[in-house]
């Protein structure tokens, strides 16, 4: 019982220390010479002002049963239906021209700041498969007998992680890019794949490392070959036990992805900007993208710990 | 003699085994084992006895001298290493289950990769064999969930699954609590009173006695003797007696 207050104490001044922090930033933001204006960041996620239709030539409207505005040409074209609006902006059977407005239709058009969630989402998405890809083989290359595969393994972990991605950035997309003539897209995801490949090439090497020499023995012993010992028995183990730093490199990957934003893809970070120039509202933009950032990385280490508590059957 | 030969389905000669670091392992170990026999290799530890047993599924390669297993030699380069060991199934110290699969899943898993078997027709297979070793409650259970004794005789149940036609033991019953060993001894004896070829490393004196053909000693890389058991527990040799008089 003693303990069980104790913890809860604890608890409370965790709270406590929360609370204290919102305060602390709430009073620092009025105690700037700044204007926030929140309202102005929704329209930038989700676009909900209605779209006007308007008639594209002159002649009479009719509203027929059922809410249908029919639209008949004073010229023989074909006449303009509209089944589905929320405003109704003329009467039954009003003379239009050309231009005039005839109904708004409410429907929610993606911000640009979403869409640069979508593109960060596919770049993070194409550039995590590949760099998989890329780690697995450089990272069972870099514990090859074979002294080639060892070297080169250790020579691309090495020159990768000891450079910074922002200059690999832009010698994939100056560089690389011009001589094999890759577009913006493809230049940012060979970079974010190579440079996280490296890390997780040393994330496998350590979680096959960490696997008891007596399995592959075992498995040996009952006639496999390296590889189907590798594909059965040693990657499975190994793969449970790289969950945890395999999702700290993946998020990782979601963030340093906010960097090819210096080669104009228009991620997250890039909208980011955009809407700043455009709302002049600073502060509001870069909190909303942080928050959108988080949602993303929020998800994926939510989704990587249901898979551990999966994968724990056998513990 | 040339009986002696053709019965022979292991077949080591002058077997020298030297690490890189230049410790000398094996020295010119010979030794020849029959169909259906049982062979319990005795020794104090780092004689080399284990090591001795890898060498001959290849776990261990070896610096010098000649393995045939069934007429296959398992120096020559030509040979796929892979099926000799389809026939030599081995068992270890340490288990060495596989942890992510079930007791059905370690036993079926061979038999499916390797030898292509249908997964039902393995796993039927399996449940016969782990029936025998008296764990048919046990099937889906993780190794975590099993006794040293229990993972054991699973460990031995996959082994069978191949279908060997010589069994290796090394140390089997070295890493169990003392109540568990018996119940691993039992499948040993039953297998070996269904006439499978055995190598066992072991320090059971009392099995070595009861169920072995003949009984090696070795010590400090050599083959220093080797004998049928009773011959074997009651020779003066020096050495020998030395080595019991410390275990026993």
């Known amino acids: 019982m003693e303990k069980q207050s104790h913890l809860l104490l604890w608890k409370a001044v965790f709270v406590l220390i929360i609370i204290g922090l919102g305060f602390g930033i709430y009073a620092g933001s009025k105690s700037i010479d700044y204007t926030w204006r929140w309202e102005r960041i929704p329209q930038y996620i989700i676009n909900t002002e209605a779209t006007t239709v308007r008639s594209p030539f002159d002649g009479t409207a009719t509203i027929e049963k059922g809410n249908k505005l029919v639209v008949t040409s004073d010229y023989g074209d074909d006449p303009l239906v509209i089944k589905k609006f929320d405003n109704l902006l003329v009467s039954n059977g009003d003379l239009v021209f050309e231009g005039d407005p005839l109904v708004e239709v409410e429907n929610w058009n993606i911000g640009p700041l979403t869409w640069g969630l979508v593109m960060t989402l596919q770049l993070s998405v194409v550039s995590l498969v590949f760099a998989v890809v890329i780690g697995l083989f450089a990272g069972l290359a870099r514990i090859s007998t074979n002294p080639a595969l060892r070297y080169l393994s250790v020579t691309y972990i090495e020159l990768i992680r000891g450079t910074p991605l922002l200059v690999q950035i832009f010698i994939f997309y100056f560089f690389i890019g011009t001589v094999l003539d890759l577009d913006r897209f493809t230049a940012g995801v060979a970079a974010l794949s190579v440079f996280t490949g490296a890390y997780i090439a040393e994330i496998v090497r350590s979680g096959i490392q960490s696997i008891s020499p007596g399995q592959m023995e075992a498995a040996r012993s009952l006639g496999m070959n390296y590889v189907q010992a590798m594909v059965n028995v040693i990657l499975p183990q190994a793969f449970k036990r790289t969950l945890p730093p395999m999702a700290g490199q993946f998020i990782n990957l979601i963030k340093d992805s906010s960097l090819v934003s210096v080669i104009s893809i228009t991620d997250l970070t890039k909208a980011g900007r955009e809407v700043v120039s455009s709302t002049f509202a600073p502060f509001e933009v870069w909190f909303a993208v942080a928050l959108m950032y988080l949602v993303l990385t929020g998800a994926l280490s939510w989704a990587i710990q249901r898979l551990e508590k999966r994968l724990s059957a056998s513990d | 003699m040339t009986n002696m030969t053709d019965k022979s389905i292991i077949q080591a000669r002058n077997i020298e085994k030297i690490y890189p670091n230049g410790c000398h392992a094996l020295k010119n170990v010979s030794l020849d084992i029959n169909r259906g026999e049982v062979v319990v290799i005795i020794g104090p530890s780092g004689s080399g006895k284990s090591t001795f047993l890898r060498t001959l599924n290849q776990l261990e390669t070896i610096s010098?001298?000649?393995?045939?297993?069934?007429?296959?030699?398992?120096?020559?380069?030509?040979?796929?290493?892979?099926?000799?060991?389809?026939?030599?199934?081995?068992?270890?110290?340490?288990?060495?289950?596989?942890?992510?699969?079930?007791?059905?899943?370690?036993?079926?898993?061979?038999?499916?990769?390797?030898?292509?078997?249908?997964?039902?027709?393995?796993?039927?297979?399996?449940?016969?064999?782990?029936?025998?070793?008296?764990?048919?409650?046990?099937?889906?259970?993780?190794?975590?969930?099993?006794?040293?004794?229990?993972?054991?005789?699973?460990?031995?149940?996959?082994?069978?699954?191949?279908?060997?036609?010589?069994?290796?033991?090394?140390?089997?019953?070295?890493?169990?609590?003392?109540?568990?060993?018996?119940?691993?001894?039992?499948?040993?004896?039953?297998?070996?009173?269904?006439?499978?070829?055995?190598?066992?490393?072991?320090?059971?004196?009392?099995?070595?006695?009861?169920?072995?053909?003949?009984?090696?000693?070795?010590?400090?890389?050599?083959?220093?003797?080797?004998?049928?058991?009773?011959?074997?527990?009651?020779?003066?040799?020096?050495r020998l007696q030395r080595f019991l008089g410390q275990v026993l």
């Open chain 2, 64 to 238: 010098d001298g000649t393995i045939h297993i069934d007429e296959v030699s398992l120096t020559d380069r030509k040979t796929n290493i892979n099926k000799v060991r389809e026939e030599v199934g081995m068992v270890f110290q340490s288990f060495n289950l596989f942890p992510h699969k079930t007791a059905l899943g370690n036993v079926a898993l061979s038999p499916i990769k390797v030898k292509k078997k249908p997964r039902t027709v393995a796993e039927q297979e399996g449940r016969e064999l782990l029936k025998k070793v008296g764990l048919a409650e046990r099937m889906n259970n993780y190794p975590s969930h099993l006794s040293g004794g229990q993972q054991q005789r699973v460990a031995i149940a996959r082994a069978l699954a191949m279908h060997p036609k010589i069994m290796l033991f090394d140390e089997p019953t070295s890493a169990l609590d003392p109540e568990m060993v018996g119940e691993v001894l039992d499948v040993m004896k039953s297998l070996a009173s269904d006439g499978m070829t055995m190598v066992v490393v072991t320090h059971e004196m009392g099995f070595a006695r009861e169920v072995a053909d003949r009984v090696v000693f070795m010590e400090e890389g050599e083959l220093v003797f080797e004998e049928s058991p009773e011959r074997f527990f009651s020779s003066d040799n020096p």
